[in-house]
């Protein structure tokens, strides 16, 4: 049974950068794309970027291109998600979670992942 467990967010200002990452303990997570989703407060939980399970493709939601960047390190069992010049519409929770699979396409939902993290809150203050 894997776990996946998110770490490093916190309070940044707007414009500032913070680095997540998503640690899988017992069974790793190698062979499976892993997507990163974040939900605020009175919203649906919302997909935000995916990594193929060897690195050679990553898809990203619109509102974070060319802002985030998703990358594994497979040796580590960990997945990262990079944002840089976050905004106040970046405050959420994030979670990590394991696809179903070792691709996805460049839009995911929620229903193909199986396995989740507990979430990581990212508050950005202006």
């Known amino acids: 049974q894997v776990q996946l467990v998110e770490s490093g967010g916190g309070l940044v200002q707007a414009g500032g950068s913070l680095r997540l990452s998503c640690a899988a303990s017992g069974r790793t997570f190698t062979g499976y794309a892993v997507g990163w989703f974040r939900q605020a407060p009175g919203k649906e939980r919302e997909f935000v970027a995916v990594?193929?399970?060897?690195?050679?493709?990553?898809y990203y939601t619109d509102s974070v291109k060319g802002r985030f960047t998703i990358s594994r390190d497979n040796d580590k069992n960990t997945v990262y998600l990079q944002m840089n010049r976050v905004t106040l519409e970046d405050t959420a929770v994030y979670y990590c979670?394991?696809?179903?699979?070792?691709?996805?396409?460049?839009?995911?939902?929620?229903?193909?992942?199986?396995?989740w993290g507990q979430g990581t809150q990212v508050t950005v203050s202006s």
């Open positions: 990594i193929s399970a060897s690195a050679s493709s990553a």
């Open positions: 979670s394991r696809a179903r699979g070792p691709y996805m396409p460049p839009t995911s939902t929620p229903g193909q992942y199986d396995v």
